[in-house]
DNA sequence: TCCTGTCAACGGGTTCTTCCGTAGTAGGTG
DNA sequence: CACCTACTACGGAAGAACCCGTTGACAGGA
């Protein structure tokens, strides 16, 4: 259990460093939706590092940056933490709370089910 | 769209009012995980009673706490920030990671199952 | 009456977060 | 060389978050 959390700042910049694989500051900051100073989107990245989120190698003068953490990672900690804090612990209420989502559309919900069936099976053993 | 958010630690307020459905300073406090000194929670549900998130009656010589917010506009909010940041906007990927953890049950699975089932059906109309 | 305990209000210290300006470095160009 | 440009490092201002001590109000008991 690592305990992974982010600033909601810190959280849009490994945002776009888990989509694009990596980012350097100027690629960093005009993937973001807010304008900001390039120094501030260094900063962040700074900070970052400093956290051990993410590392960086030189790439002609400037850094290109890589996240060290997965996505699947910071998922599971953000996941407990609200299903914890809100579902009360129980990931069916979590659940539940998703499968209610107006906007799923019936292909969605269609592969859900499938993952779930999958996933039943696999209790089997 | 009312973009509710809290700090980790009012999450750990809101988390025992939406628990206990009310609570006084002390009671909140006793429900703590860790030991705050009582100035502190109070500062916490004040500063929560000026966002809108709480709001209080006197109970004797007390005040009685009650959220304002319903966990499942929390959950809402808190469930897009990540599926947007975490999963690249798609419920699936959010969902795939909820099904993959191996602290589930057949019970539960099995739930979830009859819970997507009932949504699918919904989903004719 | 006086003391003790419980309570809310207030203010302040410390750290974290966010944002940016300035300074310094190095490469390329005229 | 002088100059411009693209980059990182550094420091700091402003505000938010976090935590708590102190104060004053008030009730209940000795």
Same mark, same amino acid.
């Given at each position: &259990? %690592?305990?992974i959390s982010f600033t909601p700042r810190e959280l849009d910049? &490994?945002?776009i460093l888990?989509?694009?694989?990596?980012?350097?500051v100027s690629e960093v900051r005009d993937a973001l939706g807010e304008a900001l100073?390039?120094?501030s989107v260094l900063s962040v990245l700074q900070t970052l590092e400093e956290k051990g989120h993410v590392r960086h190698e030189s790439e002609g003068r400037a850094y290109r940056y890589f996240p060290t953490v997965e996505p699947e990672a910071a998922g599971d900690s953000a996941l407990a933490r609200?299903? %914890?804090a809100i579902y009360q612990g129980s990931a069916e209420m979590l659940f539940a709370q998703l499968v209610s989502d107006r906007g799923l559309g019936r292909p969605e919900l269609e592969r859900?089910?499938?993952? !779930?069936?999958?996933? !039943?099976?696999e209790e089997e053993s």
């Open positions: &259990m %690592d305990e910049v &490994m945002s888990w989509r694009a694989g990596s980012g350097t100073a390039y120094t609200i299903r %914890d859900m089910r499938r993952m !779930l069936a999958e996933r !039943l099976k």
